[in-house]
């Protein structure tokens, strides 16, 4: 007897059938989110699946690790595009259109944003704070940062995202109205 005799048949052919529909699915769902090619993601999630069949077999839960892989995928898309050139261009793909001008009014904006999130009452600043995070952090992760459970914090940030639009709101004054307004 070899060890060929006892390998357990190749689940690659099973696994590509069972999971196709799924995986395509959830690369459509996140890929505009990402800003990213729906097949792009989808070939990154059968890569990470075939590593991890060769390394660990086949998850316990697929539909699951499906979801959570083509995600993760989706924020390491996000994550790597801010860092990327476009090819024969020396200034990266995000500023092509802009300027000085602009970047600094993009950073002042920012500036702006971070201290009125901090200025925010209770553990909104906090709520706000971890989803402004580079990190892009899951609605899980930002739960167990916080302890509170994962269903509170949608209404939670409604209500802290409707006081920072009243605070700004407070802060910035209004256009005057110009022609046909008056």
Same mark, same amino acid.
């Given at each position: 007897?070899?060890?060929?005799?006892?390998?357990?048949?190749?689940?690659?052919?099973?696994?590509?059938? @069972?999971?196709?529909?799924?995986?395509?699915?959830? @690369?459509? %769902?996140?890929?505009?989110?990402?800003?990213?090619? &729906?097949?792009?993601?989808?070939?990154?999630?059968?890569?990470?699946?075939?590593?991890?069949?060769?390394?660990?077999?086949?998850? @316990?839960? &697929?539909?699951?690790?499906?979801?959570?892989?083509?995600?993760?995928?989706?924020? *390491?898309?996000? *994550?790597?595009?801010?860092?990327? /050139?476009? /090819?024969? =261009?020396?200034?990266?793909?995000?500023?092509?259109?802009?300027?000085?001008?602009?970047?600094?009014?993009?950073?002042?904006?920012?500036?702006?944003?971070?201290? @009125?999130?901090?200025?925010?009452?209770?553990?909104?600043?906090?709520?706000?704070?971890?989803?402004?995070?580079? %990190?892009?952090?899951?609605?899980?992760?930002?739960?167990?940062?916080?302890?509170? =459970?994962?269903?509170?914090?949608?209404?939670?940030? =409604?209500?802290?995202?409707?006081?920072?639009?009243?605070?700004? %709101?407070?802060?910035?004054? %209004? &256009?005057?109205?110009?022609?046909?307004?008056?």
């Amino acid at each position: 007897m070899t060890l060929i005799d006892h390998a357990p048949p190749p689940a690659g052919p099973a696994v590509v059938r @069972a999971l196709l529909p799924l995986i395509r699915a959830e @690369a459509r %769902a996140e890929a505009q989110a990402a800003s990213a090619d &729906p097949a792009d993601l989808e070939q990154a999630v059968w890569l990470r699946l075939f590593e991890r069949l060769d390394a660990q077999g086949p998850p @316990a839960d &697929p539909a699951r690790w499906v979801r959570g892989a083509v995600r993760g995928e989706a924020r *390491r898309t996000r *994550r790597t595009a801010r860092h990327e /050139y476009a /090819y024969g =261009s020396a200034e990266p793909a995000a500023d092509h259109y802009g300027c000085p001008e602009r970047t600094a009014l993009g950073a002042d904006t920012r500036r702006v944003l971070r201290t @009125a999130v901090e200025r925010l009452p209770g553990r909104c600043a906090q709520l706000l704070d971890a989803m402004l995070s580079p %990190a892009d952090p899951t609605y899980r992760e930002i739960a167990g940062r916080l302890g509170m =459970s994962q269903g509170s914090l949608g209404p939670m940030r =409604s209500r802290c995202l409707g006081c920072l639009r009243r605070m700004l %709101a407070a802060e910035v004054v %209004a &256009p005057e109205l110009r022609g046909k307004e008056r």
